[in-house]
């Protein structure tokens, strides 16, 4: 029950997050100055990172669910190359933006590293399920997807801060970095009893 419903709220938060992101990216009214600025200076890496990372959040929730993963495995196959393509173009976008992201050097890394972690462990997952290592890949996918989850805490983030009353020049450089690491965090130790466990007999997932 308690899984259910931590999955519940994590694809509620997912889905949401991913049609805000298509709305800044294709009703141009709904932007903040911050974000308009984005898409004046840098269109294609802009709508590359919002759309992108949209796709990459609404799939990924249900690709993470086991029930439904098992009893739809050729819709899970698919999705899962749809969801590598559009992580492989949010990520290259995010770190194009990350190069004139606000708050200077301190976001300009952050932001630069959560793209590469981002990209980096979602083709080790394509790479696991390629080459038989389905324990791999189930590992490499937590991995990624908690990363792709940096986009809903950084947006749960930043009202906290703005009802905290923190002024958003100092909250946001620590928001870049708070969004994406404690994530990865999570994921491993939520992973560590997979690791601890011999690595099972599987088939590959063409």
């Given at each position: 029950?308690i899984k259910?419903?931590?999955?519940l709220?994590?694809?509620?938060f997912?889905?949401?997050?991913a ?5 800044l990216a294709f009703v ?5 100055p911050?974000?308009?600025d984005i ?7 802009a709508?590359?990172?919002?759309v992108g990372?949209g796709i990459?959040?609404a799939?990924g929730?249900?690709q993470m669910?086991?029930?439904?993963r ?10 899962g190359?749809v ?6 173009i ?12 606000f708050?200077?050097?301190?976001t300009?890394v952050?932001?630069?590293l959560?793209?590469l972690?981002?990209?980096s ?7 696991c399920?390629?080459?038989?290592k389905?324990?791999?890949h189930?590992?490499?996918m937590?991995?990624?997807?908690a990363?792709?989850l940096?986009a809903v ?7 906290a ?6 002024p958003?020049e ?6 870049a970095w708070?969004?994406w690491?404690?994530n ?19 088939t590959s997932?063409?």
């Open positions: 029950m259910k419903i931590t999955w709220t994590m694809a509620f997912a889905v949401g997050v049609l805000y992101a298509w709305a141009p009214e709904l932007r903040s911050l974000v308009n898409f004046l200076r840098t269109p294609l890496s709508y590359g990172h919002f990372a990459a959040l799939i929730a249900f669910n086991a029930r439904i098992k009893q739809y495995l050729a819709n899970h196959r698919w999705l190359r969801y590598l393509f559009a992580v492989v949010a990520a290259l976008s995010a770190f194009r933006l990350s190069l004139d992201s708050g200077g050097l301190v300009h952050a932001f630069a959560l793209g972690c981002w990209i462990s979602t083709l080790m997952a394509y790479y399920v390629r080459n038989h389905l324990q791999q189930e590992i490499w937590i991995r990624s997807y990363l792709t940096a805490t950084l947006r749960l983030y930043l009202p801060s703005m009802i905290a009353e923190i958003f100092v909250a946001y450089p620590v928001i708070i969004a690491v404690p990865i965090l999570i994921a491993e130790w939520f992973i560590l009893p997979t690791l601890l466990r011999p690595a099972r007999n599987q997932i063409p």
